[in-house]
């Protein structure tokens, strides 16, 4: 089932102005919260990477993983004003869209999973990925790098 989606050939390092007029870059749940938290590593660069979304350089697509994903936290913890941020928030942001799921999503999932023994809900946003003209997910994951069906942006790399 994946083959159809398999990418040949070595993969490079990817940079910024590879996502130049991507469309459907999936962003993995990390970035979301590294730019709600402020991280004092990766918060900067991923409030440009927003930017650049939001200035139309490329658009960019939520998941359902994601948007359960950012909520753990803040609900956890009982801050319901905050977790309504976060919804506000990637609700409201420019140039991205959710994607919902179906059973080929699942299927791919499952298949991904089975090849790469990766968790679930990350195989779920890769899986995203292949369905969107982008192919591509930007992550902080380095395990993610293993998967070779799809384009995998680091944030590390993209801030060079």
Known sequence: MLKNYAVSGKKDLMHSK??????????????????????????????????????????????PITAAEVLVKPLKMGQMPIADNYRNAIR?????????????????????RAKYGLPLPDMFQVAAALTQPANAIITNDREIQRVRETDVFFLNDLAT
Do not use: W
Not at 32 to 43: N, R, S, V, W
Not at 94 to 100: E, F, K, V
């Open 92 to 112: 409201n942001m420019p140039n991205i869209s959710n994607i919902n799921f179906d059973e080929e999503i699942g299927f791919m999932a499952g298949s991904l």
């Open 18 to 63: 590879d996502l130049d007029g991507r469309q459907g870059v999936v962003i993995d749940t990390m970035v979301f919260i590294y730019l709600f938290e402020d991280h004092p590593t990766f918060g900067d660069l991923c409030e440009n990477l927003f930017n650049q979304i939001k200035g139309g350089l490329f658009s960019a697509i939520v998941t």
